[in-house]
Nanobody, 128 residues
Framework: QVQLVESGGGLVQAGGSLRLSCAAS????????MGWFRQAPGKEREFVAA????????TYADSVKGRFIISRDNVKSTVSLQMNSLKPEDTAVYYC?????????????????????WGQGTQVTVSS
């Protein structure tokens, strides 16, 4: 069992920055993937970014590439999402997710149904 606790959401003006964090606790394997997804009102949950715990491979959605940076802290078992140049369309509930396996190819990191555990979600609101 893995528990995920997110923090760092809030309200920011367009062009501003926010940093989300997600702490994982419990029994974690040696190789796994952690990711961020988001869901805006009336829309489906969509992939944002993911990182492999072993090796640090990362992948991003095209909509956030160049603006968001995902990173990990191996000692604290924490994954962070630095969000810069925020836009109103980034407004959503952001969810941290944990995949018990690492499929190797970052292509598979984008599929929500791969992830075994999810955080409670944190609201990010970007005003225009």
């Amino acid at each position: 069992q893995v528990q995920l606790v997110e923090s760092g959401g809030g309200l920011v003006q367009a062009g501003g920055s926010l940093r989300l964090s997600c702490a994982a606790s419990g029994r974690t394997p040696s190789r796994y993937v952690m990711g961020w997804f988001r869901q805006a009102p009336g829309k489906e949950r969509e992939f944002v970014a993911a990182i492999a715990w072993s090796g640090g491979r990362t992948t991003y959605a095209d909509s956030v590439k160049g603006r968001f940076i995902i990173s990990r802290d191996n000692v604290k078992s924490t994954v962070s999402l630095q969000m810069n140049s925020l836009k109103p369309e980034d407004t959503a509930v952001y969810y941290c997710a944990f995949d018990l396996t690492d499929p190797g190819s970052t292509y598979y990191y984008t599929f929500a149904n791969r992830y075994n555990y999810w955080g409670q979600g944190t609201q990010v609101t970007v005003s225009s």
